[in-house]
């Protein structure tokens, strides 16, 4: 299986898909490449998010948390709330406006020298300057 890479701004990450979430890697693959913005949490601490609005993956929970560690990727399927993927940077707890919430963890950074600096620039980033650009590709 492939590497994710992830791009915000000039900042790059790259990441290794859970094995423990095979049903919602194999929908993921499908979507990529995601082309999107990426925007601060509002309920959930230190954490960044990609909208996926009315988009559904067609699984079921698999691998799901509510606490990840930060750069443990999430995907929230829809349902209660709108689809969406999860990039905490920090302490986070999955949340809307509907409440606690629990997503597919599906990928996870790989960590690297300076990643978790990274991490909290892309935080500072999307907290103080807004919206920021993400690219997510499959790469082997």
Known sequence: MGQLSIQVGDL???AGWEAEAPHTVAAL????????QLIHCRWSGESTW???GEKRLGVDFENHTSHPAPGEILVYPGGISEMEILFPYGACLFASKVGQLAGNHFATVTPDEGWRERLLEM?????????????????D
């Open 12 to 14: 790059h990450f790259s």
């Open 29 to 36: 693959r499908r979507l990529l490449p995601i082309d999107s």
């Open 50 to 52: 990609v909208p996926m």
């Open 123 to 139: 935080g500072r980033r999307t907290l103080w300057e807004g919206a920021q650009a993400i690219e997510i590709n499959e790469v």
